[in-house]
């Protein structure tokens, strides 16, 4: 079989099972999180999957994208939470959105959008503590007063209250669902009745039941990634949906003392094999994991030798035998011998979702299932 020349496989089915796993150990409404393209995995696609493994609702960042999904014929219920300033709601009326909703004035927009007809979902984002977008607390009152205000003469439709934890700790996390409880209860005083009540995202819905509440919105464990660091995706039942290969573009035996890209920062220690892999920063391979990324090549791991350049790294496999055209994997499923996108995270000094996130446009995604 001929290597792809670079490619990012995408696993539906590991997303389809990601989902089934979690709604499973949590007990509650899974929404699937695929905002920034499904973290690099394809949006629309990983939606399906998501559907198809239980998720009851689609989460996204911007109105832009959930009416890309929509384009793309993903239906059901998809909710959007970060608006551009002074944005309006029509659009996302007419495609039949939800969104959230972190302030006095959005509400007001939101209310001028929908028809009487068919009024807004709403989800009002109340802030519990990440000091981001939502409501801030001093705000609540008044705003709770309005919502309700607006759902009695039909302009929206409370559909959930929400929001967000920041992982600092248990106690802190616990902190932020007593702020929410303290919101729950003055919506309730307000006569504001949502369908759904969501605070957790992954590592919350996993670690700290008590916040599931009514739903949880899961994004990095949906593409089987862990969010800790301290378990890996298998710790948590979770199989990674993304693998980044390429094909060995070029392999050159070199004497000792061969320097290898940019500034020689590599050098052979004695006669070796280089080989070529045609993936750069312009692909999203971080360049800050230079001399460190580990690569899958003939059964074996190497690290990158030297500078990750824009289009291509190298790596130094000294006698070991490798083919132009042979497959190089930069991470996918451990379980199957791969290294991990955690390990690149490590290698650059991030966090996985930053590594399958910025996985360029330049690099083709093949969905299998
Ligand atoms: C991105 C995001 C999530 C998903 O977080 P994960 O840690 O990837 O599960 C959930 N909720 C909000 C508001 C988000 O922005």
């Known amino acids: ?30 929404i699937a999180v695929v905002k920034a393209n499904a973290y690099g995995h394809g949006s629309a696609a990983v939606a399906v999957a998501a559907r198809a493994g239980g998720a009851s609702r689609i989460g996204v960042a911007t109105i832009e994208e959930g009416l890309d999904l929509r384009r793309q014929g993903v239906n059901g219920p998809i909710l959007a939470w970060l608006h551009a300033p002074n944005r309006r709601f029509d659009d996302a009326a007419e495609a039949g959105l939800e969104v959230g909703v972190s302030s006095f004035d959005q509400l007001e927009a939101v209310a001028a959008s929908a028809s009487v007809n068919s009024p807004l979902g709403v989800h009002l984002k109340v802030d519990t503590g990440l000091s981001r977008n ?48 303290r919101a729950a209860e003055m919506a309730e005083a307000a006569g504001v009745r949502p369908e759904i009540r969501h605070l957790a995202a992954t590592a919350a819905a996993i670690d700290l039941p008590e916040t599931r509440l009514d739903a949880v919105r899961i994004g990095i464990g949906v593409y089987g990634l862990s969010p800790f660091d301290d378990r890996s995706s298998a710790d948590l039942g979770l199989r990674p949906a993304m693998t980044l290969r390429a094909a060995i573009a070029a392999v050159r035996r070199v004497p000792a ?53 824009m289009d291509q790294f190298v790596v130094d496999v000294g006698d070991h035998a490798v083919s132009v055209g042979d497959e190089a994997v930069l991470f996918g499923d451990p379980t199957l011998g791969h290294p991990s996108a955690t390990e690149w995270a490590r290698a650059a000094d991030t966090i996985n979702y930053e590594i399958v996130t910025r996985i360029g446009a330049r690099v083709p995604r093949r969905t299998v299932s």
């Open 1 to 30: 079989m001929t290597v792809p020349f670079r490619e990012a496989t995408i696993d539906l089915d590991a997303v389809s099972d990601n989902v089934r796993h979690l709604r499973r150990l949590t007990g509650v409404d899974v």
């Open 257 to 309: 003392g061969t320097g290898v890209s940019y500034s020689y920062v590599h050098r052979a220690e004695r006669e070796t094999t280089l080989a070529l892999v045609p993936l750069g920063y312009a692909d999203g391979v971080p360049r800050q994991a230079s001399g460190r990324g580990p690569v899958l090549i003939g059964g074996k791991r190497f690290p990158v030798a030297g500078r990750i350049a």
């Open 134 to 181: 939502g409501v801030a607390p001093g705000d609540w009152g008044r705003v709770l007063a309005e919502a309700a205000r607006l759902e009695r003469i039909g302009r929206i439709r409370i559909v959930g209250l929400f929001s967000h934890v920041s992982n600092a700790s248990g106690d802190e996390d616990r902190a932020a669902l007593g702020e929410f409880q």
